[in-house]
Nanobody, 121 residues
Framework: EVQLKESGGASVQAGGSLKLSCAYSGLDPYCRNEMKWYRQAPGKEREFVSRMRVDGSTTVASSVKGRFSISRDRSTNTLYLEMNNLKPEDTAMYYC??????????????YGPGTQVTVSS
């Protein structure tokens, strides 16, 4: 069973930094497991923040480019989102996501419960 648990959210002032963590377990090593971060602000739809593909390549949303970066520590089964120069508009609940695909039996779209980031001006 895939399990994801985010941590590291906090209240910070604009210009500050945070590093979010996502501890994951239960990933099938025979699947291609693409990992992402999403966020959802109050009254808004969930939006994509960053992606790490199976080959290790990464992308970030244009709204956070140059400020956020995604990384992964396979030895501890942890996905990270490093956030610098935070802005009030970054305030949201942040979710870790894994999307297994590839071999037969790989499927699903999993999210953690989220961690809250609040940025004050």
């Amino acid at each position: 069973e895939v399990q994801l648990k985010e941590s590291g959210g906090a209240s910070v002032q604009a210009g500050g930094s945070l590093k979010l963590s996502c501890a994951y377990s239960g990933l099938d090593p025979y699947c291609r497991n693409e990992m992402k971060w999403y966020r959802q602000a109050p009254g808004k739809e969930r939006e994509f923040v960053s992606r790490m593909r199976v080959d290790g390549s990464t992308t970030v949303a244009s709204s956070v480019k140059g400020r956020f970066s995604i990384s992964r520590d396979r030895s501890t089964n942890t996905l990270y989102l490093e956030m610098n120069n935070l802005k009030p508009e970054d305030t949201a609940m942040y979710y870790c996501n894994v999307y297994p695909y590839g071999a037969g039996g790989c499927g699903g779209d999993y999210y953690g419960p989220g961690t809250q980031v609040t940025v004050s001006s």
